[in-house]
């Protein structure tokens, strides 16, 4: 028998599916070259390669560690201990989420980028491959996490910041809350409540200073909590906002009273939505 949690997924998918749109039904100049970058753009070949021997080094890493329980994605003790590699392979995203975070970044040349919840620091390293000479700041309230990717990336790489601290005690500082972020993933704390709390003091402190950044929200159908607070920043975002099922996507952009939403799929899976000009 399908458990709930397994139901509430399936119609989720569903719903998303239904409504979802390829790349052939957006027509917006100002929304089809970043939908297009991230389904069809360019990562150099190089990258993929440092990018999968990254990736296996960490599945591969036997060192064992206690995972702090602040909202990650294991629904786990505490005190559980876990291997560098287990945790690797339950926390990682898919391939294709981190592609799409690759091309993201490429395509709106991001300087300046923001990163809550390093986790195994894949993510930091995709970001980093995708901008080589951005600053990146990641925070993750684990000594071990931080410490390890401030090994494996953070030593080759100075401008390849790793923070240890609750991202709401990184968010109030001063210093954090005037600058100017690009780019923000939201990729550490899978509750809902967080989520809200943590996008709306980035959102209002960018605010003032004058420019919104674009967000990479993960995991938004982690939870019944982290959907329903995914559809309400989906709801209220003015401009565009894409929502690709296992992540969602907020930009804004230059009228001010623009605004597109719509869940976006590969057009594989709706290839009849191609059309005369389709491959």
Known sequence: MMSL??????KSLLKWYRSGLTIYDIHSPGVFPIAEALERGFIRDDDGTEILEFRKMLRKDRKLFKKIDEGAKQNRSPAMEDTVGDFARKSQAPLYNYRRLYRLAEFISANNILELGTGSGLGHYILRKARPEAMITSVDADPFLT????????RQYHKSSFICD???SF???ESVRETSWDLVVLDGDHRGVALLNNYHLIHDFSLKNGKIPVFFIDD??????MLTAWTELYGIHRGI???YFSFGLLAPHQQEDFSF???ILPYKFK????GFFGR
């Open 5 to 10: 949690f397994n139901f509430w997924k399936l």
């Open 271 to 274: 290839p009849w939505r191609a």
């Open 171 to 173: 968010l109030v500082d």
């Open 147 to 154: 410490e390890m990717a401030r090994t494996n990336i953070g």
């Open 166 to 168: 609750s991202f709401s």
């Open 220 to 225: 938004i159908r982690w939870s019944q909590a």
């Open 241 to 243: 906002a894409l929502d």
């Open 261 to 263: 939403k719509a869940a």
